[in-house]
């Protein structure tokens, strides 16, 4: 019999995902936690006192993901590598009839893209294994999702505007650094910006479209319009929904750094020739940055991440905003991370709770609003994440 669950990634958020899916051991049993780093997994089975099994594979070879799911036997994998690692990953779900969750969705390592095409391709798939996928259980994508189905579900009959904002007040001390992969952070930041109006996707430069929002316990901060993936789901799932965005602070100093760093080419993806040798500028940039899950002991200050919606209930117009503020220092002492990770790291554990407790359990490839939000709220609000909830005025 399967049991427990296999988490693949001991970085930041595997980190979490670890101490809380501990917390939560009457429900889980068993827990396998696996990376390519086995120093990083035998550091975490030291902090939980043993409690959690370790071994070592790399998330980029199919038949070495294959020959430890069939060791361990797990109930399902949770996927808390990288973004290219998805397809990997869900492939060895699929050829080993496990179960399957991630908090991001698939990037080609070679392209600076990311959309569901490829993974929602695996839906046929899956329910003909009889095994399922949830798809960006994080916080965006993931607790955002659940904000909007749980809005539709209490709140509205028809929810026409969305606005998914995000930010990140913490201060770590560097003059520049990113509170997750590097890789991934650079070029989703530098990447030009998409929402959707009025039934069609639109395109801007990146962070051309600015706008001040005061964030509750943190104050009014710049937000910049950027493409996140969750929107592409939801504008499939949120009845009546007429336009998304999604806006992201940013420092000034953050952003004068990455413009100088985008115009002398060290954002590039594609290799280059110095010395001989061919790198790949991106590449170095992250081998210079500071390490993401370094960051935790430093980083002070909060996060404040949430939806506003705006649309009908019983014929009249309503505005509300539903969010989580998030404390650096307080993630940090309870589980060794700072708030970014944490804040990706306990839905990821709350999608696997509701998995193995059968309470989110269907056959296929899905995303978060497209099952009952109200349990995973609950469990946000004791699991760490608690919410609030508040009508604004239109």
Known sequence: MREGVLIIGAGGVGRVVVHKAVQNIDTFKKITLASRTLSRCEQLQKEVDGKIDIAQVDADNVNELVELIKKVEPFMVLNIALPYQ??????????TGVHYLDTANYEHPDTAKFEYKLQW????KYKQKGIMGLLGSGFDPGVT???CAYLQKHYFDEIHYIDILDCNAG???YPFA??????????EVSAKGRYWEDGEWKETEPLAIKMVWDYPQIGKKDSYLMYHEEMESLVKHIKGLKRIRFFMTFGESYLTHMRCLENVGMLRIDEIEVDGCKVVPLHVLKA???DPSTLGERTKGKTNIGVVAEGLKDGKKRKVYIYNVCDHQEAFKETGAQAVSYTTGVPAMIGAKLMVKNIWMREGVW????????????ELNTQGLPWKIKELDI
């Open 121 to 124: 391709a695996y839906d046929e």
């Open 288 to 290: 210079l940055l500071p």
């Open 178 to 187: 990113t509170n997750f992969n590097p890789e991934i952070n650079l070029r």
């Open 171 to 173: 201060d770590h001390g």
């Open 86 to 95: 998805d397809l990997t990953i869900m492939e060895a779900c699929l050829r």
């Open 145 to 147: 999702n659940v904000f």
């Open 367 to 378: 995303n978060m609003e497209q099952f009952d939000p109200d349990h995973f709220m609950e």
